[in-house]
């Protein structure tokens, strides 16, 4: 009745008061114990019911084994009272007494559940609810701070985290804390950080120690070591071996011996089942013996590099260091440098809370000292970088000092040599804090730098080594914290010391395409053996390129301090740059004070009067008479000629420069802006200020034929003359024409009206440079003659023929008789040329005028010529005396006109329609156009013929006025004829012909 009462009841129906009105009552000890075994409850105070309950009922079951045991026993052997109850007496007893063996069984199963029942109450009450706080601080609990007279301990963070406590339940139920491995329970205690429970659970629990390293691996990286500073292993240094901790023994019952239970799970089959099922899982870490010192060290070392790799906590790591020593680990004080030197990189060092850093141990041992300090200043700000190199690269460097010593291996100059690699890689706004800090004035524990000469080099190297061309204020303030000596014995031998260094100094800095720009820290050996004299001397050298980049740059052309070094000794870059800085500033200078102001300063950087030698400023070659024509000349190029008169001819007051320099620089920039000039109209653009530009000095003769020219050259523009089809004459093809009457061809040839402009015509010829050259003269008139008879004008062809006339006689009169120049003969030969031309054309009707050309043609001419043109005279009189006749007879018969008029009439008609070949001067230029070049070809061909007549006939016969083949008259109607063309003779009406 009772035990179908016991095992129809549930667990949650069960109280103590139950479970003694149902079990104690029971007489069957075996029957009870088994009850409490199958029932494994959650509630700790009925489970302890049940668990005492059962282990009381098995109590006769003990006593009964161990009276028959004694009784079969022949006496104590000599090892002691516990070897009565081995061997074969215990496998007869339990082989006799089933029931026994089944109730030692389940006693020893029950005692264990008891003792894991106690750990279990234990584990409850340890349990709380922890909350981290983000606020880190020092903790002063640790007063053996192994670093503490290194560094300054408040700079090591470890976090003390404040824990508001709260029970929470135990991860596992009881139920399957009795019938499952611990080390579940220490697993799950661990993940939620609930380190008194696990300390609980390992000392209570026996066999759980060999866990140990298991649970400590699963403990979050994060996790504060003070938290599990119980848990952490230590090491006896006598034995250099992980201390042993005081555990917990294991149960001393009888039953639970390892013989006993040997025994037991041979006649108790399930036993074995039983105990297999509270094993630990087979791929759980164990370590059954104590590790030995080395392997505790590793186990340190790896645990700290995982927690910097993964979390970035350089503080926790730290403390387990920290935690580590205290527990007489050896070996961890290197790593406890290393990773105060870590925390203050990822805690104190300048953008270390606005970016994580994750850096494990083997990568920063792998960092050289020079990228740790570029690391530790990679965020420095002008206001925290003093600081910075104080806190944070200043002890780093101090650890790496005292390494080297401990090392064997002390390198004295180790700190100096990284703290100044770190100054020379540095930009220019933090050097300026940085030399600030290391003024001489300063006392030498407050400098950074605290030696004269190295600031001294570093600054040379660093400012030398600088490619900007905008930090002149900071490069003036580094210089102002540079030391000033005053050395008496500074001597040649210093200067050419310092004069060989700069100059080895320029050549390295040459732009190279192998080569990248000089850095500071490879410029610093040039300047390494330079002492105090000489450091002085290139101080100065160094404030006075200062200087000049400093007014390069306020005017708007700066450079380097390197292209000042380079150029000290190059007069053609200081030219080009002293021109580049003028009409670089011509755009925003405004008055006559701004000029002046550039002026002056660009004074300051030349050559001073009382030294021929050059200097070492921006302009040092050039001396002040240089500077003020480049000034000048960029001045005219800016256009502003208001100004630039003003400042040439000066009412009061020094004169700029002499008259003949203002003359050439007029005269070189009005041909400059000609030259660039894309249209020739002198109203406009460049030609515009070409013009203008001539303005600025005095009248001189140089002054005004450039300006006649100019004139010339917009009056030329005018005529829109191409150069080639499509393109118009450009200013500067005027001017690098040779023969420029070739102009005054073309501009003849292609305007119809421009030969009856006669004036403006010789003009043009003077302006273009050709002023008092007769010989010029008389070839522009024999052009527009020959234009003029071209277009059948014989006005102005008689008008300029007889100038032409005049002025040859006149040239040939002012020299001197039987010498006459080349010039004379040619413009001779021009003259009676083109006289002959005209004066036998047959179209030209006035014979007087004609005559009258044709005896000036045998007054110029050779001899040699004079036959052929009495020829053609000849010729000219016949006609003149046959049309006199018909005049005559014309009056005597008025109503009649004579056979002969008839006839001319036919020839007249005829000759009126062919054009005459004139015959040009071999000197004189051809017309770009074809019909001009038509005209030079055959005026050659002609002029090549014969004029001499085979025979001379009478004066009054017609036979010998009759044209002959060879005679000025055929030639004249062919060349007419090829001129105007013949197609128009194919339908030409007979009887005319």
Not at 279 to 294: C, I, R, V, W, Y
Not at 826 to 835: G, I, Q
Request: glycine share 6%.
């Amino acid at each position: 009745m009772a035990s179908l009462t016991w095992t129809d009841l549930l667990d949650s129906e069960l109280t103590a008061e139950l479970i003694q009105e149902t079990l104690a009552c029971v007489d069957n000890d075996l029957w009870v114990a088994t009850a409490c075994l199958d029932k494994v409850l959650d509630d700790v105070e009925l489970q302890r019911e049940l668990l005492k309950l059962g282990i009381s009922r098995t109590d006769l079951a003990i006593q009964r084994a161990k009276a028959s045991l004694e009784e079969k026993s022949t006496g104590t052997s000599e090892n002691g009272e516990g070897d009565i109850y081995a061997g074969e007496p215990l496998n007869s007893y339990f082989g006799g007494h089933s029931e026994d063996a089944q109730l030692c069984a389940i006693r020893s199963i029950l005692l264990t559940r008891s003792t894991r029942l106690e750990c279990y109450a234990q584990i409850a009450e340890c349990m709380e609810d922890v909350e981290m706080d983000d606020t880190a601080s020092v903790d002063g609990s640790w007063e053996d701070d192994p670093w503490a007279d290194e560094f300054d301990t408040g700079s090591i963070r470890t976090t003390k985290s404040r824990r508001s406590k709260s029970q929470i339940p135990v991860p596992l139920p009881l139920s399957s804390f009795l019938t499952q491995h611990p080390s579940f329970m220490g697993m799950a205690l661990v993940s939620q950080m609930q380190f008194e429970a696990v300390k609980a659970l390992v000392e209570r629990i026996p066999g759980m120690f060999a866990y140990r390293f298991a649970m400590l691996e699963e403990i979050p990286l994060f996790a504060e070591p003070s938290l599990y500073r119980d848990l952490l292993p230590a090491v006896d240094s006598v034995m250099d071996a992980e201390k042993a901790r005081n555990l917990a023994a294991a149960d001393d019952d009888w039953c639970q011996r390892p013989d006993v239970l040997a025994t037991l799970k041979e006649f108790v089959p399930w036993l074995e089942e039983e105990i297999q099922s509270m094993e630990a899982p087979p791929n759980m870490s164990t370590h059954d013996s104590l590790l030995s010192g080395k392997e505790i060290t590793s186990w340190y070392r790896n645990r700290v590099n995982d927690a910097l790799s993964t979390t970035g906590m350089a503080d926790v790591a730290l403390s387990l260091v920290q935690h580590g020593i205290s527990l007489g680990v050896s070996e961890l004080d290197e790593v406890g440098e290393d990773l105060t030197l870590i925390s203050r990189l990822v805690y104190d060092a300048p953008g270390s809370k606005d970016e994580g850093t994750l850096i494990s141990l083997d990568d920063w041992r792998a960092l050289t000292p020079s990228e740790v300090v570029q690391r530790y200043m990679a965020s420095s700000s002008p206001e925290t970088v003093v600081n910075d190199i104080r806190r944070l690269v200043m002890p780093y460097l101090f650890v790496q000092e005292s390494r080297a010593e401990r090392a064997g291996k002390p390198d004295p100059g180790l700190v100096k040599s990284l703290l100044h690699g770190y100054i020379l890689s540095a930009p220019i706004d933090l050097l300026v804090p940085i030399f600030d800090a290391s003024k001489p004035t300063l006392l030498a524990s407050q400098r950074i730098i605290s030696d004269d000469e190295d600031i001294a080099r570093l600054a040379l190297s660093c400012l030398y080594g600088n490619p900007s061309v905008e930090e002149w204020t900071q490069m003036s303030r580094i210089f102002e914290c540079l030391p000033l000596w005053s050395l008496d014995g500074t001597g040649s031998r210093e200067e050419e010391e310092v004069e060989a260094t700069m100059s080895s100094l320029a050549s390295y800095l040459a732009p190279s395409t192998n080569q990248p720009l000089g850095r500071p820290s490879e410029l610093l050996r040039f300047f390494k053996p330079l002492h105090a004299s000489s450091l002085s001397i290139a101080l100065d050298v160094l404030d006075v390129h200062l200087e000049s980049g400093e007014i390069l740059a306020k005017w708007g052309t700066p450079v380097t301090l390197q292209w000042l070094l380079q150029s000290s000794r190059n007069e053609t870059q200081q030219r080009a740059w002293a021109t580049k800085l003028v009409r670089t500033c011509n755009g925003e200078l405004h008055s006559v004070d701004d000029w002046l102001s550039l002026l002056e300063d660009m004074l300051k950087l030349s050559r001073p009067e009382d030294s021929p030698n050059p200097t070492n400023s921006a302009f040092g070659t050039l001396s002040k008479e240089d500077i003020r024509k480049i000034f000048f000349r960029g001045l005219l190029s800016s256009g502003n000629f208001l100004m630039a008169k003003s400042l040439a001819r000066p009412r009061a007051g020094d004169v700029l420069l002499g008259n003949d320099d203002v003359e050439r620089l007029c005269l070189e920039c009005s041909r400059e802006f000609y030259d660039n000039a894309s249209n020739g109209n002198y109203n406009f653009g460049d030609m515009k200020q070409a013009y203008e530009c001539l303005s600025v000095p005095h009248p001189t003769p140089a002054i005004e034929r450039e300006r006649e020219f100019i004139e010339a050259t917009s009056r030329i523009s005018s005529y829109n003359i191409m150069s080639r089809p499509g393109v118009p004459l450009l200013p500067i093809d005027i001017r690098l024409m040779t023969d420029k009457l070739t102009l005054i061809s073309r501009v003849l040839s292609g305007n119809d009206t421009a030969y009856k402009h006669v004036e403006v015509i010789l003009d043009l010829v003077r302006k273009l440079g050709y002023k008092g050259n007769t010989l010029a003269e008389v070839k522009t008139l024999a052009m527009i003659t020959d234009t003029a008879l071209q277009a059948e004008d014989f006005d102005v062809a008689y008008q300029t023929s007889d100038r032409m006339v005049n002025t040859v006689l006149k040239y040939k009169a002012a020299s001197l008789p039987g010498s006459e120049s080349p010039e004379v003969l040619e413009a001779a030969e021009v003259c009676w040329v083109s006289c002959l031309q005209l004066g036998r054309h047959p179209e030209a009707d006035n014979t007087e005028r004609k005559m009258y050309l044709l005896g000036r043609a045998l007054e110029l001419c050779p001899p040699d010529k004079i036959t052929d043109i009495l020829s053609a005279w000849r010729k000219v009189e016949e006609e003149d005396i046959e049309q006199r006749q018909e005049i005559l007879s014309d009056k005597k018969s008025p109503g009649k006109v004579s056979q002969k008029r008839q006839t001319r009439g036919r020839t007249a008609t005829l000759a009126s329609k062919l054009q005459s070949l004139h015959i040009h001067s071999p000197s004189l230029p051809s017309a770009p156009d074809a019909a001009a070049i038509a005209s030079h070809a055959l005026g050659r061909v002609a002029a090549s013929l014969p004029f001499s007549i085979p025979g001379r006939e009478r004066s009054g016969s017609r036979e010998g006025s009759r044209p002959r083949a060879g005679s000025p008259d055929v030639q004249a109607q062919a060349r007419h004829a090829l001129q105007r063309g013949i197609g128009w003779l194919i339908g030409a009406d007979e009887s005319e012909l």
